[in-house]
């Protein structure tokens, strides 16, 4: 009787039975498949992450063209081109244009460092977009020429209890516009 009730086993001491160099080479072939494919699929879902570096142009109130690639600003929503909001005395601005216009003036101050994650639903990439030491996205949330979309929710209470950009007028989040006004 051996010690501490192990006994003996022809398969080795924990009773596994060896198989031979083929099986064990295509159990570790598969092994390194299903690590790749996981890999390629975290890869797919997170999206590259990369930097694009130049001069960029406003498309709209949260998209960018910069490098001859179109990118929309991650974490925020500034509202359509052609949406309008209500100033306080009934008169429509149009604050699209603006948040546009806005976004095109802190463009013209010099060049942009965008670090592009994923990508969003229509193929651009959702990028996070600064110029030195200003984060682009933040600002125009807290100058209120977009609202948080996900990020930047101090920045979106900062704006509405400042009362700036949209935060002036009656308006419909980007979103629900959209929605409402389909093209």
């Not at 159990?27 to 694009?52: D, H």
């Not at 990028?127 to 996205?137: E, V």
């Amino acid at each position: 009787m051996a010690p501490f009730g192990f006994g003996r086993s022809r398969y080795g001491p924990f009773g596994w039975r060896r198989v031979g160099r083929p099986v064990d080479f295509v159990v570790a072939l598969g092994l390194l498949g299903f690590l790749g494919l996981a890999g390629a699929i975290l890869q797919y879902r997170l999206g590259p992450a990369r930097e694009l570096v130049g001069a960029a142009q406003a498309i709209d109130g949260d998209s960018v063209r910069l490098l001859g690639e179109e990118l929309r600003l991650e974490g925020i929503d500034a509202p359509e081109y052609r949406q309008s909001c209500t100033a306080r005395d009934g008169r429509p601005v149009a604050c699209g244009r603006e948040a546009r216009r806005a976004l095109q003036a802190m463009l013209a101050r010099g060049v942009t460092h965008c670090e592009i994650g994923k990508a969003d639903r229509y193929g651009r990439g959702l990028a996070r977009c600064r110029q030195g030491d200003t984060d682009i996205n933040a600002t125009l949330v807290r100058e209120g020429h977009a609202v948080s979309y996900g990020a930047y929710r101090a920045e979106e209470d900062e704006a509405r209890a400042a009362g700036r950009g949209i935060w002036a007028t009656q308006f419909e989040r980007p979103e629900a516009w959209r929605r409402s006004h389909p093209r």
